[in-house]
């Protein structure tokens, strides 16, 4: 799951032209704090994580914090918001496909010699 998580955490980084080192750091402009709540609400509904192991993902912060952030996305989701949050989980699905054939050839190359 720890490559998940990361791969998630690219991807939202990718969306915002962000790096991830940039979510997970305190940098508390908008645009990253928006990055940051949204890798928050995936982290949760998506991945089914506590608020305890998100916040020490992303920078080791306190569970009250990432409670925020998650509801911030909940309570304030827009049709922006969710076309975002839709982008980002069809391209999490597409690179898990893609990691899944990738591995299927690689394993039917291996049988094959």
């Known amino acids: 799951m720890g490559n998940n998580k990361e791969a ?39 991945f089914n994580l506590s608020y305890p192991a998100i916040g020490k993902f992303l920078g080791d912060r306190d569970h009250t914090t990432v409670i925020h952030g998650y509801m911030k996305i909940a ?3 827009t049709p922006d918001i969710a076309g975002e949050i839709l982008w980002i989980r069809n391209k999490f699905a597409e690179n898990q496909k893609a ?3 990738e591995l299927k050839i690689d394993v039917s190359q291996h049988a094959t010699n």
């Open 8 to 46: 998630l955490l690219k991807l939202v980084a990718d969306y915002y032209s962000l790096s991830p080192e940039e979510i997970k750091s305190p940098k508390r402009d908008k645009w990253v704090s928006q990055a940051r709540h949204l890798a928050m609400y995936l982290l949760r509904k998506d």
């Open 75 to 77: 309570r304030n989701m």
């Open 99 to 101: 990691d899944l054939q």
